[in-house]
């Protein structure tokens, strides 16, 4: 399980049945440094330079929401035996957190 910022939606003419339901975010995965140099406070974590991906989201979580997201093969797992055609999806909202102050040398 990865941490990433939701950037956008992804609009479907037609889905497939099986992801009714929910929404397709677009999310940016950040690295620890990113979410040091942010303020979570703010929920500003800047702009990380990882390609952002697309997750199933069910949620609900807004624009710029901090997610906790799956990918690969445990992605498809929380879904069976009734696969959902996806690679990736939101497993929970952030609201809050907390990092530890990085000792300096």
Same mark, same amino acid.
């Given at each position: 399980?990865? %941490? ?7 609009? %479907? ?16 995965? %950040? ?34 929401? %901090? ?16 696969? *959902? ?17 990085? *000792?300096?040398?």
């Amino acid at each position: 399980m990865r %941490l990433g910022q939701t950037i956008g939606t992804v609009t %479907l003419v037609e889905p497939h049945p099986t992801v009714r339901g929910g929404v397709f975010r677009v999310l940016i995965p %950040l690295s620890a440094a990113d979410l040091a140099a942010g303020d979570p406070a703010a929920g500003d974590f800047g702009r990380s330079a990882a390609e952002p991906l697309i997750a199933w989201d069910d949620l609900g979580a807004g624009d710029d929401q %901090l997610v906790a997201f799956s990918e690969g093969g445990e992605a498809a797992q929380p879904f069976r035996p009734h696969d *959902k055609p996806i690679d990736a999806f939101v497993a929970a909202i952030i609201d809050r957190l907390d990092l530890p102050a990085r *000792k300096t040398r």
